[in-house]
């Protein structure tokens, strides 16, 4: 790629950012598109607008994400949310830190010398023959072999990976406090008084599964335990509960035309409202909730009585007795009576609860296979999208587009977006697949599932999009010899000399990530015209327009991947080509500015970890830091650089600090400490409250005073009532 | 080695063990030497003889011991010992149940083939000419290249590790059991009620190391909570007590002597009490003892007020607080306030418990470092040794011995057991350095460095021994093909092909090891000479006599190798030298008889730890079994053997039997199971006396009454009272 058509995009990138900043500054200030713009101020009760927001400064939204404090981030989107921004503030911090060593020394130095030049006028540079650029001269590609000058190359991998250490260590201990913050909060959390009981074995005679477990546990803690709830197969009475759902928004829906129209709606009752006799909508679903709510009734009773699961929550009278408990083996044989944390009521997963745990393990390394499987079949269509979309390649194979292509403008623009922008569809496709997979896994909790399928993606991510891409040029030509005579040393090798050719088409990605990534993420002009078109056209009552506009999570299942891969590229040629910091600093920077904003006023978090994702961040920032070190250890041996050696120290540090980081930290994430369990509650906790938190939807009864709850449930105790006042 | 040298090492050794079991039978009757042979009956308060041990029937001995079942161990010498033939028995279990189908198929097999002969007749066995023997036609290398008759070795590995899985299943279900019923027996035991804690953070101004435990442990526990003991620094203390101790025998000695021959006897006050002016020795030491004693009780103060240490016992009320607590993460900084169970109070090593956590793993690391430099150095002094043992090595390099060696009979004696001899004797030296090295990691009990011990000594063992001495004669001539291509494959064919060689050297070892050391170990002959030695000669007093005779514990570190060692032969011989299996089922049989009958009557353990060497014992078991897998795979793809890819499922399988096994019991003997503490007790604890039975001897007050020991321990709560009533 040209200097000038990198320029080309990198303009175009930033024009387009700016049209959608100030598009988004008129539209945001519409009365009609408030739910869009301010959805979670909404839902949380708040007004939308705050004064200033209100003016014709296209900054307003800069200055109010800079003001808020971490504080309000975790009161409005609460402690995984706060803990994103400490990712995205310590990426930030690392990069701003290197940069402002390396780009004032690397630059100058990689760009008065002259191996370029040199292996041009000799012919003996063969592989990148005349697609070098003026960027080129200020990487490393352009320092000739043995230079003395591979020191200042050297010391800035120690200095990067220095501020590494000193940066990830300030973040996880910041981490570890704001979680344990959280977790003392003098709120009653009924997930703090609850664990999750899995592996029973089948009870006695004569005994149900509940009185067993109650008899369990009420043994072991004869003080502190307060009762059970047995986990249900649910998946016929969550059917009738949907199917009751929809009939009562239909009626509300038939209730509304009426009321405007003041026409009875009818509709007919066969497929899909087309066919069938032609009936009164009212008086047709009034029946139909009517008949569903008796089949419901009758389907909650034999799931109670029948369709008992080797699950349950137990629910504690203390959060100290709970913490303690989820951590103790309490069965002599391990695969028994096994305990965990419970999840929050809301993102438990019922249906994978009745899983045993060496089932658990074998489905666990399965579907490692299957993703290993994905990981090595998608490398085959990503090589070759790379590889086609060079335009001359192009040209190659579809000689009919040369007239178009030879237009100059459209040159540009293709040879600028095309492969980034097939790289970017290919892996919109992945995330649906990975959290279905990780669900599969057998884990018990949302959370759980989302960290799982981000873990893939991001192995994914890295060894397709970042190895792949890197390696296509130089694979196809020395794939024989590597199969001829398969060593490690060799494929570092390999990977690092072709490293920085393809150092502009990272450049160009990061851009284009950010500027239309960020663009549109701050404008929301997708969801902004889905919400008119339904508003419009098909939502009639109050809830559907809800729906409608309903924002969602920040799904980190995806988000959390791609700002780690652009970490991956931006720590690999960081001291290759340091110019790309200046985009990491760029990306990372209006990352946190534009998801500051959507997190204060538009995004909805559909679940509460108490910061969890953290370990795995701060162990994939540290696999980043590690593969960049390996890279610049071949790289520098690639140079023929003497003292390469003295990077291996480097690497084994990172081992080690890696160690030190899971001893001193992990075992919080892992379980509540005590000591974090046993600060005092505001006010004695409702524990019929707590308990009541856990039955779904579909198995409390509809009469609003009535949560009798029986069956599946213990009983509560008087025992425990005095113990626990 | 010739078939008859073979047969009269045999055949010696089987007269020496009848010799030493008479010796045994007719000296235990003697009534001077039943302090000897029933030191365990006389400590725990038994009549030694019970009635049928006084025939004159040399094997009424083997009856007791066959009709003793293994409650009756576990009540005279715990669980451990109980676990202890729990292993003998199942690896007894496993060799007869391979040989009941491995001698009868695999010996008729392997002399019916002519291997051995056609190679010498054709002169290709280049390696082993001349030194093959009978029993060489009855292991495998007696069987052609690509003979079908090996899918019956290859059935052999099958049904070997088949049955050893079996087995290992059954037997570490059985000692989960054994060490649940321990834990939940009725009596109150210190360790249930304690936890250990280290680690500590310097407590905030103004409060003492104990305070601040105790309003840490007690906000966590406000119920269960009952008081601590912080460790102090008593290397000072412990010395000024040993020498009081030391002056309090020397005073009853001196008292004894006059009481026996009504002179006053004296001493020098000097060195040694050899020089130095002559004083009468009651007074003296009396006078010494005074001193000694006021300045124990200053130094005692001291310790108390300003020797405490970041650790500390804490004590619950109940058992099941005490488990819970121990296996609770307490601190949001993991490395602070890690928690353990308590040690029994007599294997506590103090002198360990201040090291930090980060510092314990720094040690450890290290110290695997010195122990694997230790295996490797080793290396070449038993190379050097196996290799100048074979006489005619020998002959070569002294040869001046040559008239001596000519004649027959010691030349037969010397080939028999020269090299075994000298291996005994270089492995005698190790132990001790093990067991320093173990406890320099900081480990904070007994059991657990000897169990460390334990694994440093099978590894030192396996690599040496095994390895070493099987390598030995082939090794110096391959090493440099080594050297230049180092393989792994290379390396297992090395070694597959050198076994058959060895398997004599072997079944002499065993051989040797069963009839001499268990001739030994049940005759007693050399703790019974230093004991008549010591009482006639040395012994003064009571106190002195019952030190003279005192046995000692089981000393499992050198135990559980030793017979880990015969194991692993005996598995990586069974199938290519099925004879093996006869000297392994004789080794562990003669073994269980005579353990049984010391555990019985000689032995006194010096802990309990509930079963806890168990996982290792199994884990190693398992790792002999893999090594055997292994080797075999080698063995018969040396043989050239078409179907050899069929033992590697049998490896993976093992891989998988040991993760599930791991995982389904291992968790119970790292804690306790809360299912087993919260049994009920005979009666209830008198926490004041578990709480005493951790302060040291040196640092309890004299007075007999009075226990106040203040200062490093909190004091006692009404509260708890009230709650622990």
Same mark, same amino acid.
């Given at each position: ?575 290759? *080509?340091? %110019?790309? &910091? ?7 920077? =209006? #990352? ?6 959507? /997190? !204060? ?21 540290? *696999?980043? %830091?590690? &593969? ?7 790289? =520098? #041996? ?6 390469? /050696? !003295? ?79």
């Amino acid at each position: 790629m040209e200097f000038g058509s990198f320029l080309v995009s990198l303009g175009t990138s930033a024009v387009i950012f700016v049209v959608l900043m100030l598009l988004f500054t008129w539209l945001s200030r519409k009365s009609g598109n408030v739910s869009i713009y301010y959805p979670n101020r909404i839902i949380k009760g708040l007004e939308p607008w705050e004064g200033t927001s209100l003016t014709r400064n296209p900054f307003a939204w800069m200055r109010e994400a800079f003001t808020s404090s971490e504080q309000d981030i975790v009161n409005v989107s609460g402690v995984d949310t706060a803990v994103h921004f400490v990712f995205l503030s310590t990426v930030l911090g690392i990069f701003a830190c290197s940069g402002l060593l390396l780009l004032p020394t690397l630059l100058p130095i990689a760009a008065t010398d002259h191996n370029i030049k040199t292996r041009v006028k000799n012919g003996t540079d063969t592989t990148s023959k005349g697609t070098f650029s003026q960027l080129d001269n200020l990487s490393m590609a352009n320092i000739t072999k043995k230079s003395p000058r591979l020191w200042a190359f050297l010391g800035a991998v120690y200095w990067v990976s220095l501020v590494t250490y000193f940066f990830l260590w300030k973040a996880y201990k910041h981490v570890s406090t704001l979680r344990a913050q959280a977790l003392m909060s003098a709120d009653v959390k009924p997930e703090q008084f609850a664990i999750l009981v899995r592996d029973m074995p089948s009870p006695p005679d004569g005994q149900t599964q509940k009185e067993f477990i109650d008899s369990y546990f009420r043994e072991i803690y004869p003080e502190t335990f307060y009762r059970s709830l047995v986990m249900t197969e649910n998946s016929k009475v969550n059917k009738i509960w949907e199917k009751l759902e929809g009939y009562k928004k239909k009626l509300a829906r038939a209730e509304a035309i009426s009321a405007a129209t003041n026409n009875r709606p009818t509709n007919k009752t066969g497929m899909c409202g087309l066919v069938g006799k032609k009936v009164d909508s009212i008086e047709y679903y009034t029946e139909l909730i009517n008949e569903s709510v008796a089949k419901l009734e009758t389907e909650q009773k034999a799931v109670l009585a029948e369709k008992q699961q080797t699950a349950a929550v137990v629910f504690f009278t203390t959060r100290v007795a709970a913490a303690s408990a989820a951590q103790s083996l309490h069965c002599q044989m391990v695969d028994k009576w096994t305990v965990t944390e419970a999840p929050e009521p809301r993102q438990l997963i019922w249906q994978n609860l009745n899983i045993k745990l060496f089932s658990r393990i074998l489905r666990q390394y399965v579907i490692y296979f299957v993703v290993a499987l994905t990981i090595l079949f998608y490398m085959v269509p990503i090589a070759f999208v790379s590889a086609i979309t060079t335009l001359k390649n192009l040209q190659k194979i579809i000689p009919f587009i040369k007239p178009v292509v030879d237009i100059a403008f459209i040159r540009t623009i293709l040879e600028s977006f095309l492969p980034q922008i097939a790289l970017i569809v290919f892996l919109a496709m992945l995330p649906k697949l990975l959290l279905f997979l990780s669900k599969s896994e057998g884990i018990p909790s949302q959370s759980h599932v989302i960290r799982a399928a981000s873990g893939k993606y991001f192995y994914f991510s890295v060894f397709n999009v970042f190895l792949g891409v890197t390696l296509a040029g130089t694979l196809f030509n020395t794939v024989k010899d590597i199969a001829k005579n398969p060593k490690l040393d060799m494929v570092i090798n390999l990977l690092a000399t072709s490293l920085p050719k393809s150092a502009t088409f990272f450049l160009t990605y990061v851009a284009l990530k950010f500027f239309i990534g960020y663009g549109l993420e701050l404008s929301r002009i997708i969801p902004l015209i889905i919400f008119h078109l339904k508003k419009k056209y098909l939502c009639k009552t109050e809830a559907e327009v809800k729906e409608a506009w309903y924002p969602g999570d920040l799904s980190y299942q995806t988000r959390v991947p791609g700002d780690m891969l652009i970490l991956t590229i931006t720590f690999c040629y960081s001291v290759i *080509a340091p %110019l790309i &910091l200046v985009f990491g600093i760029t990306y990372f920077s =209006l #990352g946190w500015l534009v998801l500051r904003n959507q /997190a !204060l006023k538009v995004y909805v978090p559909s679940y509460e970890s108490y910061g969890r994702m953290w370990p795995h961040i701060h162990q994939r920032i540290l *696999a980043a %830091l590690f &593969l960049f070190q390996v890279l610049m250890f071949g790289y =520098l #041996g690639a140079k023929t650089f003497f003292y390469t /050696a !003295l990077v291996i120290p480097l690497i084994i540090t990172s081992l080690i600090f890696g160690y030190v980081c899971r001893q001193k930290f992990y075992g919080a994430f892992e379980h509540t400490a005590l000591e974090v369990a046993c600060r005092e509650l505001k006010q004695s906790p409702d524990l019929d409250e707590i308990f009541r938190a856990y039955i779904p939807h579909s198995l409390s009864t509809h009469k609003a005073e009535e949560h009798e709850f029986k069956g599946a449930m213990s009983r509560y105790q008087d025992f425990n009532a005095i113990s626990a006042a």
